[in-house]
Structures are given as structure tokens and as C-alpha cells.
């Protein structure tokens, strides 16, 4: 069974950092892309960062050059490294990984699997 655990939420100050941890399990996880997404109250779900299998990353503009993805295939773990946040930073963050995805046995995920999600408050 595919399983996407996140870590790592909180209350933070602005300009403050978190690290967010993603652990995934049941995937050929060192040959899948990996992505955050994130969801703030009475908004939709926006797409955050992506890392490639190969360690390529794309990043959405209103976090560009205050957050890094990375990833480490011996731990299965995908982080998300958030520094100088912002009160608008403040929503849920999920782990995802996409339909199509590889899994245990090379079988090919069938749909989208998210994690349970973690808070990130940016407040004073």
C-alpha cells in the first residue's frame, strides 16, 4: 500500500524557516517525481514544488527563491526547506505523488495519493 507521511508543520514567525519532511513507502520511490502542494483557507490547491526522479526542480513564482526542494532516495524521503516565509505562506501542505507513478513490483500507481497533510502558520 502506497503511504505519504508529512512532518515538520508549525507556527512560525515571518521571515522564520521550517523544514517539511515527506516519507513515502510501498513506491519505487528513487523513480518517481515528487511535489508539494499546499492549500490555504478558501483556496485552492496550488502546486508548490516538484523534484524530478533525476533531481531537477521547479518551483511556483510566489515561492521562488525562498524555498528548496530536495530529496533523499536512501531515507524515501522528500523535504521541503521554507525560509523568509510569509503570513501568506500560512496553509496546509501536502506531500503528492501523480497517478502513473511507479510502485513496489514496477506496477504503475492508478491515482493521484496524497498525504494527511501539515499546518504551517506564519504569524507574529
Known amino acids: 500500500q502506497v503511504q505519504l507521511v ?32 499546499r492549500q490555504a483557507p478558501g483556496k485552492e490547491r496550488e502546486k508548490v514544488a516538484l523534484i524530478t526522479s533525476g533531481g ?19 531515507k524515501n524521503t ?10 501568506e505562506d500560512t496553509a496546509v501542505y501536502y506531500c503528492h505523488l501523480g497517478a502513473g507513478s511507479y510502485v513496489e513490483g514496477w506496477a504503475l500507481l492508478r491515482d493521484d495519493v496524497w498525504g494527511q497533510g501539515t499546518q504551517v502558520t506564519v504569524s507574529p
Request: charged fraction near 15%.
Open 78 to 87: 522528500v523535504y521541503l526547506q521554507m525560509s523568509s516565509l510569509k503570513p
Open 56 to 74: 531537477g526542480t521547479t518551483y511556483g513564482d510566489s515561492v521562488k527563491g525562498r524555498f528548496t526542494i530536495s530529496r533523499d532516495n536512501i
Open 6 to 37: 508529512e512532518s515538520g508543520g508549525g507556527l512560525v514567525q515571518p521571515g522564520g524557516s521550517l523544514r517539511l519532511s515527506c516519507v513515502a513507502s510501498g513506491t519505487m520511490f528513487s523513480n518517481n517525481h515528487m511535489d508539494w502542494y
